[in-house]
Nanobody, 124 residues
């Protein structure tokens, strides 16, 4: 059973940066495509980015392209989300999620395992 734990969230000013981490345990990490998704108050959960099993392919939502960078270190069983030039509209709970079959997906329903989430608040 794959377990995911996010960390690194917090309060940051607009145009600031944060780095989120997602640590995995339980099974071979490289079997899984990993995504980051977020949910703002009163809104549906939305896909942000994902990375292929060995990191060779990444995809980003238009809203974060050029500002966020996803990466993974399979030796450390960890995925990272570097978030730069943060905006108030990036405020949300950020979740990492794992998908065992198939490739990167933009649909939250296609992810099999989820972490508990970490809060990111962008405000002056």
């Amino acid at each position: 059973q794959l377990q995911l734990v996010e960390s690194g969230g917090g309060l940051v000013q607009p145009e600031g940066s944060l780095r989120l981490s997602c640590a995995a345990s339980g099974v071979t990490f490289s079997y899984y495509v990993i995504g980051w998704l977020r949910q703002a108050p009163g809104k549906e959960r939305e896909w942000v980015t994902c990375i292929s099993r060995f990191g060779g392919s990444t995809n980003y939502a238009d809203s974060v392209k050029g500002r966020f960078t996803i990466s993974r270190d399979n030796a450390k069983n960890t995925v990272y989300l570097q978030m730069d030039s943060l905006k108030p509209e990036d405020t949300a709970v950020y979740y990492c999620a794992a998908r065992q079959r198939g490739s990167c997906s933009t649909s939250p329903a296609e992810y099999d395992y989820w972490g508990q989430g970490t809060q990111v608040t962008v405000s002056s």
